[in-house]
């Protein structure tokens, strides 16, 4: 459910179903889910049925057919259902096709996105294509005839190093992004697959937040993500306060702000 739900988050600006799905979850002992955002595949939809409303749906497969495909089933009754976005992440994001410029809100929705993926409780994946901010391959569709080929660019190796090189280019700017919150995440012990997590239901409408807290019960964190692009000023606690892991910052807990598409994994300070 994970993927439809984080694309619906940032398409409509409101967690609610990513929240209620995500507080819903309960591994049996000593298990770990498996979360990812993309793969090879596209975005299957099975997982969200009875989490999105119909009308939910719509608006993604809406946004899905001017960003890529869409791939459907026979039903029982003869008629066609909506099975898989097939999609290229980051251009879902920005709500353009693969061969439209993408818009400058697209990285940060999609650094925030997988943010929410790495904060988690459980094991993260990263699609090797996210990492390095692949574009969809519109032309493998139609060369293949399979949607599923947006997913799978061959890259050479040369010339995607050379773009990496290259300040400021898409793939340097998604890489330095994603690099830097898995940094953040792997010495974090409150994001240990195992970590205790409580989500945080009593935030604004536009923001996705998470308490997690170490194996040994000594680091707490509390991980926010704004879906909706807007700054917005609230208090994920009545009182302390937290060390924002990401920027370096001290915050009172009673005063938090975050602009759009920000993501701030605070420290509590005990």
């Known amino acids: 459910a994970l993927p439809p739900l984080l694309l619906h988050a940032f398409t409509i ?6 929240t209620e799905w995500a507080g819903s979850l309960s591994p049996p002992a000593g298990t770990a889910f498996f979360h990812f955002l993309a793969s090879h595949d596209g975005i299957g939809l099975n997982g969200a049925a009875g989490l999105l409303t ?7 497969l809406e946004r899905a057919q001017r960003c890529g495909w869409v791939s459907y089933r026979s039903d029982p009754h003869g008629g066609q259902r909506p099975y898989e976005l097939n999609v290229n992440v980051l251009d879902m994001l920005g709500g353009v096709s ?7 809100a697209a990285l940060p929705r ?3 996105a997988h943010a929410v993926t790495l904060a988690l409780a459980g094991v993260p994946a990263v699609y090797f294509h996210s990492l390095v901010g692949s574009r969809g391959d519109a032309a493998a569709v139609r ?6 080929s947006i997913n799978r660019e061959k890259l050479e190796r040369s010339a995607l190093e050379q773009e990496l090189r290259r300040p400021g280019s898409l793939r340097r700017r998604t890489f330095d992004g994603m690099a ?3 940094r953040a995440r792997r010495a974090l012990p409150p994001l240990h697959p195992l970590a205790a997590q409580v989500v945080l239901r009593h935030l604004p409408a536009g923001v996705f937040g998470l308490e997690r807290t170490s194996l040994d019960g000594a680091q707490r964190l509390i991980c926010l993500h ?6 917005i000023e609230f208090a994920p606690a009545p009182a302390g306060r937290a060390r924002d892991v990401l920027t370096g910052e001290t915050l009172r807990l009673d005063q938090v702000d975050l602009g759009p598409y920000q993501v701030r994994w605070l420290e509590v300070v005990p």
């Open 13 to 18: 600006g409101d967690a609610g179903p990513l």
């Open 54 to 60: 119909d009308r939910q749906v719509r608006d993604l």
């Open 98 to 104: 693969p061969q439209a410029p993408l818009p400058e």
């Open 110 to 112: 999609f650094l925030c």
């Open 143 to 148: 060369r293949t005839g399979s949607p599923r």
């Open 180 to 182: 830097h919150l898995l």
């Open 226 to 231: 704004e879906v909706a692009g807007r700054q």
